[in-house]
């Protein structure tokens, strides 16, 4: 599971012109599921987000967690995230989830950061074309991927 943490000063997302997920001070969050997922990949990211602290305390040092601050959380479904652009230059997307595997887990993972952290999480439409504005504060962006994080065998 691939995630892109973009801290924002505010985010919203819109389906055929019209708003369906919207907020302030947060996390923009683009969400990439690769077929191997399950949902200890899930769990793990959740908590790594919820505990990340890269919002600026008193004395201006990265010290502060979203729930700090207040802040929300506007998540992405991303497929893209998966791109093998190796071999010529149209990507292949061979790595992604297949939509019956990454909505689910894209829900649960929404679900858990709601639930788990008590976080308040937006969302776009899984599959859907969607418009995506947001202004990156900082700018602050991290890649966090699963197979980074995780003991390897």
């Known amino acids: 599971m691939r995630i892109v943490v973009q801290r924002c000063a505010r985010a919203e997302v819109r ?25 200890a990949d899930a769990d793990l990211l959740a908590k790594k987000i919820a505990q990340l602290r890269v919002f ?33 230059n149209r990507p292949s ?12 887990l894209y829900d649960y993972f929404n679900q858990t950061l709601r639930t788990t952290y008590g976080l308040t999480v937006q969302t776009g439409r899984f599959g859907a074309d969607m418009q995506v504005d947001f202004i990156n504060d900082g700018p602050v962006t991290i890649l966090l991927d699963t197979a980074e994080l995780t003991p390897r065998s």
């Open 15 to 39: 389906i055929a012109g019209a708003v369906v997920g919207k907020i302030g001070q947060g996390f923009m969050l683009l969400v990439g599921i690769t077929d191997t997922d399950t949902t």
């Open 93 to 104: 997307f061979i790595r992604a989830a297949r939509p019956e595997q990454a909505s689910p």
């Open 56 to 88: 600026e305390d008193p004395d201006g040092k990265m010290n502060l967690a979203l729930a700090d601050v207040g802040g929300a959380i506007l998540s992405i479904s991303q497929f893209t995230l998966y791109a093998d652009c190796r071999k010529g």
